[in-house]
């Protein structure tokens, strides 16, 4: 029986017993958020199930497309290695909505396996429900396996985990029945026994599960809950159509199934191999077949790869495939979009769907595939080298999540790749640890040059133990009456004279410390007569704010109190850029998507500089909207509020925070909100304006890629933005007054010009040639060839020309010439080029290549060619003249 038979057996064994046939849902649930991808026949019926939709119908049957690959459903990394899991699948099933109930549910179970399909009962197990203290046995479902014809001892009681169903929390829920099979060669054999049920490996494997929907479960106070029998009970069932195919088409894995066996020879027949199942080829190619079913039938429900959700559960699954063609089987170029292909072919009969999307899954595959490529290319490579440096030991973590951080290598395919080698980890587990990595990683390299300094120097740590530099930069720009608590110079000074360099460490300072990006204030100390410059402010300990400083007059003593004054208009510029970061950060995110995430920023008093993670250049388009948004947030002059708060706060409320960031207990929150509610919610504990319009103008200089999927934007605001506009101006009115066209017409002026420039040029070309031909100096008949030993000799300057013109001209001197030598020589930018032509009837005595090979040393350089023409030439100039000249020798000695 084939696949396709056997599903339209079981959905006309239904029909026959009253149900209705109904479509497969599409793969993208509808109206149910919590769910990644539909998972159960079901779930289209979750409504219905609770009473909150009518149907027609009470019982029901359908062949449901699945996908488990995350989520509480999660087999992706089953894939390849059993033989009963896929990503996608189809799950059969028959449905009862307060009809009927555990004893017929059981019947037709029965009935269309062991009658209608003839499975062997000696081979099929029954489990139902043990019991709990709140629910007994499911003995119901026992008498009835009995009453329909299972022997005693093949109904077996199995626990909560395999035998207890409930939809969540609350709601309904019950017992459950399965079916398993024995796969084994004999009905005989000894492993045909109840331990092994629900045991490892696949001999006996479940092929369906009956669900009874007994009882709705409810919160009686927090924690607690009880078990009310439903009024009408209902039924749920699901088969998998691939394990249903592999017992009746006496195969021993769903992969060598007709549904999935020739997705596997397609795999092969690109990578020109044979499947041999227990090889690691074997495995990759099982893996791309199983994968091209869940892309195709994803794509044509409308799930694309992404970076987020299930889109990323897709992009994951797709990148694996791509991985295993490319790495396992050395498929070159786009392979897998021709696998998904092929699985259009295979099953657009069942679900025409596929057919309608066969370009745009094509498409997308492809698109996929090419991406992924550089990035994999260069991410596995780097892999083999760290392979290489380790002799094939386990890498540090720390390296591999550098290869994800620096290059983008999916963090889901260096668990592969070191699976691959051995190394196995529980998914969850590893991308835990990978995190941590990942961060301490980023950690570091976020960590100034001052902090790395401050390792060896224990002076910092010693002094933030003694006291705390109190930041008063938020209120204000200059304190009066700040105390100096501490200098520095490679240790601790009681003094700094005229001239000195050193740290300087404050009681309270307006001074903002480089963090978060936002460099370090600058600006001025004073007192009486002593000045001194600050040109950084770092904190190399938490709780610090170190000042760097020079002493320009007088001197500077601990205990002295002085006034702290920031430098405002570079404050002030930097408060705009940062600001504006906010801005746009959340400008991207509108126009991008939400997979923008920041990667690293500075905010300087002349520029801001933005990373963030997005796989394309921006577009004009894009670009010219993040522009507009900012500037409209700017124009729209909202208040910029901050709000301290404690940390778990502050992300409940949304706020966006850094990765990698770290952050203390009490946090502050930037908010700017526009017309329809927050625009941008940050942690951030840098300098801002007090409301957007203080920004005043903000422009996009530059965006470019800066590593595979991180992109980088440089933007200007205030007065340099102003300034731009400005010389913009300037150039423009320049331009157009000295084009003499107006600002409107400038474009197409330039574009007039260029097209005149190059009929100019070519018309001079014309020209040129046309002079060099006709020759000044021509004779009458316009032949100004000698004759030398009864043989015609045209030797000629040409400079004027260029390479090609002077080849053009010696084919129409020699073709006027008809029988003779042309020689033609052009001197430009201090080089000679030479050019030798002999017609055919002379090229055994004059050969052209002989020629040159003699005149080129004159002009001091190098010559050759074939008998009919040759070319050469040399360095001086001065001596073209005498060259020419002696051509004419040469033919004559050469013909003597
Ligand atoms: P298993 O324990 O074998 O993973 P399950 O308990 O997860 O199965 P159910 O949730 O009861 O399975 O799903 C109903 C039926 O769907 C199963 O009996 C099986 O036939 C099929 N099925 C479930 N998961 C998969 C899968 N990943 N690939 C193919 N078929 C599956
Ligand atoms: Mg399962």
Redesign the pocket.
């Known amino acids: 029986m084939t696949g396709n038979e056997i599903r339209e057996t079981f959905l006309k064994y239904f029909e026959g017993h009253g149900h209705t046939r109904v479509r497969s849902s599409p793969l993208l649930p509808a109206n149910d958020p919590t769910l990644l991808f539909t998972?159960?026949g079901m779930n289209q019926f979750k409504d219905t199930f609770l009473g909150r939709e009518k149907r027609d119908y009470v019982r029901a049957t359908s062949s449901q497309k699945?996908i488990?690959a995350g989520g509480k459903?999660n087999?992706l990394d089953?894939?390849g290695k059993?033989a009963?899991?896929?990503?996608f699948?189809e799950?059969l099933g028959n449905f009862s909505f307060g009809d009927y109930f555990k004893q017929d549910a059981v019947r037709y179970a029965w009935d269309l396996l062991v009658n209608v399909l003839k499975l062997d009962p000696k081979r099929l197990w029954f489990t139902v429900y043990g019991g709990d203290e709140d629910v007994t046995p499911d003995e119901d479902a026992e008498r009835f396996w009995e009453e329909a014809g299972a022997p005693r001892e093949r109904i077996l009681r199995f626990g909560r985990k395999?035998n207890f169903w409930q939809m969540g929390e609350t709601g309904p829920c019950g017992p459950?029945s399965?079916?398993h099979y024995y796969m084994g060669p004999s009905a005989d054999d000894p492993e045909n026994s109840a331990e092994n049920v629900?045991g490892p490996g696949d001999t006996i494997?479940?092929?369906?599960?009956l669900?009874f929907m007994q009882f709705d479960r409810s919160e009686v106070e927090p924690g607690h809950y009880k078990l009310d029998p439903l009024p009408a009970p209902s039924v749920d069932?699901?088969?998998?159509?691939?394990?249903?195919a592999v017992v009746l088409q006496g195969v021993k894995s769903?992969y060598d199934t007709d549904l999935i066996r020739p997705i596997i020879e397609r795999a092969a027949q690109l990578a020109d191999r044979h499947y041999e199942p227990e090889t690691q080829e074997g495995f990759a190619m099982r893996v791309i077949a199983d994968h091209a079913r869940a892309t195709a039938f994803a794509i044509a429900d409308g799930i694309l790869p992404g970076n987020e959700g299930r889109n990323y559960v897709l992009r994951k699954i797709m990148r694996r495939a791509i991985y295993q063609g490319h790495h396992t089987l050395d498929l070159e170029g786009s392979f897998f979009n021709q696998v998904t292909d092929f699985v259009v072919d295979l099953m657009s009969d069942a679900y025409p769907e596929l057919e309608t999307q066969r370009e745009f899954i094509s498409k997308m595959v492809r698109l996929e595939e090419e991406r992924f490529r550089s990035t994999l290319t260069v991410g596995l490579n780097k892999l083999d080298e760290l392979f290489t440096s380790t002799k094939g030991a386990m890498p540090e973590l720390k390296s591999l999540a550098r290869l994800y951080d620096t290059f983008g290598t999916p963090r889901d395919l260096i668990r592969v790749a070191l699976e691959e080698r051995g190394f196995t980890f529980e998914e969850e587990e590893f991308n835990r640890s990978f995190n941590t990595a990942l961060q301490e990683l980023q950690q570091t390299a976020s960590t100034t040059k001052h902090e790395s300094k401050s390792a060896i120097n224990q002076v910092y740590e010693t002094l933030a133990k003694r006291s705390k530099s109190l930041f008063k930069g938020y209120q204000t720009t200059n304190v009066t009456d700040a105390k100096v608590v501490a200098l520095i110079k490679g240790n601790e000074v009681n003094s700094l004279g005229e001239g000195e360099e050193g740290e300087a460490v404050l009681d309270h300072t307006p001074f903002y410390a480089e963090s978060g990006g936002q460099v370090g204030d600058v600006g001025v100390l004073t007192k009486d007569e002593t000045l001194t410059r600050v040109f950084d402010t770092y904190s190399p300990v938490q709780g610090l704010i170190v000042h760097k400083i020079r002493v320009e007059r007088g001197v500077l003593n601990v205990g002295d109190t002085i006034a702290a004054e920031v430098d405002v208009e570079k404050r002030d510029a930097t408060r705009r850029n940062h600001t504006a970061t906010h801005l746009m950060h959340a400008a991207l995110r509108e126009v991008l998507g939400t997979h923008v995430k920041q990667a690293g920023s500075v905010v300087a008093p002349t520029y801001l500089r933005f990373d963030y993670s997005h796989y394309q250049p921006l577009t004009q388009a894009e670009k010219e909207e993040i522009e507009r948004l900012v500037n409209y947030h700017i124009l729209r002059n909202e208040p910029v509020q901050t709000d301290e708060m404690a940390i778990e706060d502050a992300m409940r409320s949304g706020a966006m925070a850094l990765f990698g960031e770290k952050y203390g207990e009490k946090v502050r929150v930037l908010t700017i909100r526009g017309l329809e509610g927050v625009f941008s919610k940050e942690l951030c504990g840098g300098t801002h304006v007090r409301a957007t319009g203080d920004i005043g103008l903000f422009k996009i200089v530059s965006d470019e890629s800066i590593a595979s999927g991180v992109r980088r934007i440089r933007a200007i605001t205030g007065t340099d933005a102003y300034e731009r506009f400005r010389e913009a101006e300037v150039l423009v009115d320049e331009l157009s007054s000295g084009l003499r066209t107006s600002r409107t017409e400038l474009v197409n002026a330039v574009a007039r010009l260029q097209d005149e420039l190059k009929k100019a040029r070519r018309e001079a070309d014309d020209l040129r040639l046309k002079i060099a031909s006709g020759g000044i100096g021509a004779s009458a008949n316009g032949d100004e060839s000698r004759e030398i030993a009864g043989v015609k000799v045209l030797a000629r300057e040409a400079s004027g020309l260029d390479a090609p013109a002077m080849r053009q001209l010696s084919d129409t001197l020699l073709a006027r010439i008809k029988s003779g030598v042309v020689i033609l020589g052009r001197s430009s930018e201090g080089k000679v080029s030479l050019i030798v032509r002999t017609s055919a009837d002379l090229t055994s005595k004059v050969p052209a290549g002989q020629v040159i090979k003699e005149l080129a040393p004159i002009v001091g350089g190098r010559g050759g060619g074939k008998a009919d023409m040759a070319e050469g030439g040399g360095n001086q100039p001065e001596n073209l003249g005498a060259a020419l000249q002696k051509s004419y020798e040469i033919v004559e000695r050469l013909m003597a």
């Not at 009963?84 to 990503?87: A, D, E, G, N, P």
């Not at 494997?205 to 599960?209: C, D, G, R, T, V």
Request: hydrophobic letters at 35%.
């Open positions: 998972n159960a699945c488990r459903h087999d089953e894939v059993t009963r899991h896929h990503t699948f799950m395999d459950c399965e079916i629900n494997m479940e092929i369906w599960n669900v069932t699901g088969a998998g159509l691939e394990r249903l769903n």
